[in-house]
């Protein structure tokens, strides 16, 4: 199979396009990096490996995999190249420039390629072995430039070729999950506004877990309420939404924010009903440390009181938590088997499915919930609130916090087709999490020491297994049903990883797999359908800030160097719980794959305690270590904001005081996770229902 050399009639109609933020010969340099990551083999190359894959995964035809080994480059696929422009697109141009400066260079050959490539010709007049010794060498060179550029247009291109997997992989379009909803599912009669002001009692920026909770408990009490929201109002048959379409429910320029060094990636939901569509169904108490922890240090009286463990049990109540109809797919059995043999402690994580086993979505309920069994919040507090006369308008994005004598009056907006809208109201709630609220309040003037900072994201870190005995594919099942506690090595520290599993999306886990050659990789991609994917969370010491000019969010945050060791713990122990429930390999995947290690493959025909025992095995935990220590680059992930508006009782120290009113302003209010006041060490959607129910009491005593 000759390389390919992508051509302008390969790269469709949209190269043309005036928004496309790089030329026709740099997106043909990008074509042929992408060709390398992801080749097509040759025959005699598939040879090598087909019969080692075939015993790997013994449920897959022989001829699938062979097809996936030998398919074509991804530049023969025309829609792949107006895939990368999109993703592109989404990236800030500060990103992009430099990397368009250098696929120029690599279009052009010569002396400065020649620096990068030991070849003066251009990077696409070069064949596959030469590229992919380039790519090697990028990946591991004592350059950081060159690693920088590799990690870069990995990320990228993998991501993209990933989003729409080939058939091979076995992993579905999500338009095949999409099953028959409930029918008693509420159709919401959203507002579509003629008038250029609108005039109510009480208007919530932000449609998510805090919006929605106050939005139901005042409209009920008679309360004239206007939610207004962001982004899209998702049709309920379009959920799971597909991986293409990923931003449609997450936030940020490209589906995620992105720190302003690069290193780290925080996915935040996004549109109506905001991380509570796309939440992994987790429902879990803030912890009884925390809540004294709260109390006593930061003065929040009510934090382990009865009044507040009432908050709870009613959002509890309206969201249908429960553990027992809890069913563990693979990767949920490897961590509660595999735990108990290991000796950490494990339990079940409630679920807000209405005791319903909740298996039928499998990882693609991230995306939306095909049968809306999940209790987010357009089916509960949102569809609560309009029954009793609320307002819903989304696609509204508010421009200012209107203010009179430090009196909120109201807010200015802009509908999505340009519209500009007042709102008129006695009293403004925001509810646009812990990103965007301090950004509202900044471009409306409202300052505070302490605003923006203090932002807790419980860092993530990963390992993946492989479990070849497995039946059903690794996508399959309830996402997150188990969580392993990993103590720290701090006796009685309130700060320490826990292991939980996440879903399996190729465009999510997949481009995290090391990389060492086209035909390395593609073997990995075939055995996702096999994998246990382990998240280390931690609750995190360190903490960031979000600061903004334009409105749009800069986010600052540097992995502490406590929360980066919570993180090397939880991987040593992942690798040893993976071990024990059965995976036949093991994966740590160091700074989001920056680091690139070899996997470690236990001897099978050892016994449960002799592989956990065998000095291999420790051999190469010593090695992890070692290895995690010196390549300490910073990166992390993430999906839990949260602390930028903090509630407390000193008000030099916190933004909000105890009822959720902006210090220094009537009329404003905060019900979001910006409230919390340190990390609460556990996904935090059912807490922050929790304290937006209390500020929600404390504004009905307020306004009736």
Not at 389 to 417: E, F
Not at 484 to 492: G, Y
Request: with cysteine.
């Amino acid at each position: 199979m000759a390389t390919p050399t992508p051509t302008i009639a390969t790269l469709g109609p949209s190269t043309s396009s005036e928004s496309s933020p790089i030329t026709v010969s740099q997106l043909t340099a990008l074509l042929s990096l992408a060709d390398t990551f992801v080749p097509g083999v040759w025959h005699y190359e598939a040879d090598t490996v087909e019969s080692k894959i075939s015993k790997q995964l013994p449920d897959v035809p022989t001829s699938l995999i062979r097809d996936f080994l030998i398919s074509e480059y991804p530049s023969k696929d025309k829609e792949f190249a107006g895939n990368v422009l999109h993703m592109l697109q989404r990236i800030p141009p500060k990103a992009i420039k430099p990397l368009a400066w250098f696929l120029g260079l690599l279009s052009n050959g010569g002396f400065l390629a020649f620096l990068f490539t030991w070849s003066r010709k251009p990077f696409v007049k070069l064949d596959r072995q030469h590229r992919e010794r380039i790519l090697q060498g990028w990946s591991n060179s004592w350059f950081p430039i060159s690693r920088k550029l590799f990690f870069a247009f990995k990320k990228i291109l993998l991501i993209t070729y990933l989003k729409s997997p080939p058939y091979h992989l076995g992993y579905p379009e999500h338009s095949t999950l999409r099953q028959k909803r409930r029918p008693e599912i509420h159709q919401f009669a959203f507002h579509t506004p003629g008038e250029e002001v609108i005039e109510v009692d009480v208007v919530i920026v932000g449609s998510g877990a805090g919006g929605g909770v106050v939005a139901a408990r005042l409209a009920q009490a008679g309360i004239k309420v206007l939610i207004v929201e962001k982004g899209e109002a998702v049709p309920t048959e379009d959920f799971p939404v597909e991986q293409m379409d990923h931003s449609r429910v997450y936030d940020g320029a490209a589906g995620a924010f992105v720190t302003s060094d690069g290193k780290g990636t925080i996915l935040a939901g996004s549109g109506w009903g905001g991380s509570t569509v796309v939440n992994w169904s987790g429902s879990l108490e803030l912890p009884e440390e925390t809540r004294n922890e709260w109390a006593t240090t930061h003065g929040l009286t009510f934090a382990n009181t009865p009044s507040f463990q009432s908050c709870f049990d009613h959002v509890k109540s309206l969201i249908g938590v429960s553990t027992s109809a809890i069913s563990h797919n693979t990767a949920n059995t490897v961590l509660s088997e595999g735990s108990k043999i290991t000796g950490y402690h494990s339990f079940n994580i409630p679920q807000n499915t209405l005791s319903d086993p909740h298996t039928t979505c499998g990882s693609s309920c991230m995306y939306g919930c095909s049968t809306l069994t999940k209790q987010s919040s357009p089916v509960t507090t949102l569809a609560a609130a309009e029954k009793s006369g609320a307002l819903c308008l989304p696609n509204c994005t508010v421009t200012k916090i209107l203010l009179t004598n430090n009196k909120a009056t109201g807010l200015s907006c802009v509908l999505r087709n340009g519209k500009p809208i007042t709102i008129k109201a006695e009293t403004v709630v925001l509810s646009s999490g812990a990103i965007r609220t301090p950004c509202l309040l900044s471009v409306s003037s409202i300052s505070h020491p302490a605003l923006g900072k203090n932002l807790h994201i419980h860092p993530c870190g990963f390992l993946v297994g492989f479990k070849s005995s497995s039946s059903a594919p690794a996508w399959e099942g309830s996402i997150m049903t188990s969580m392993v506690r990993i103590p720290s090595s701090i006796p009685k520290s309130p700060f320490y990883a826990k292991l939980i599993n996440v879903p399996i999306i190729p465009g999510i886990t997949g481009y995290q797999l090391p990389w060492r050659s086209g035909l390395q990789y593609k073997s990995s991609l075939l055995r996702l359908r096999k994998s246990v994917w382990t998240c280390v969370i931690t609750r995190d010491q360190g903490s960031g800030e979000v600061t903004t000019q334009t409105g749009e969010p800069v986010i600052r945050y540097q992995l502490d160097k406590r929360d980066h060791g919570n993180i090397l713990e939880g991987i040593v122990a992942g690798c040893r719980v993976q071990i024990a429930g059965g995976c036949d390999e093991i994966q740590p995947i160091l700074e989001l794959g920056e680091v690139q290690m070899e996997s470690y493959v236990p001897d099978m025909s050892m016994t449960v305690e002799e592989r956990l025992a065998d000095p291999r095995l420790e051999r190469y935990i010593q090695l992890v270590r070692r290895t995690a220590v010196k390549k300490r680059i910073g990166n992390w992930s993430s999906a839990h904001p949260q602390g930028t508006c903090r509630m407390g009782a000193d008000p030099k120290k916190y933004p909000v005081d105890l009822e959720g009113r902006v210090r220094g302003y009537e009329g404003l209010y905060v019900a979001d996770a910006s409230l919390c006041p340190s990390a609460t060490g556990v996904n935090p959607m059912l807490t922050t229902m929790a304290l937006c129910e209390h500020v929600a009491r404390c504004l009905e005593r307020k306004l009736k």
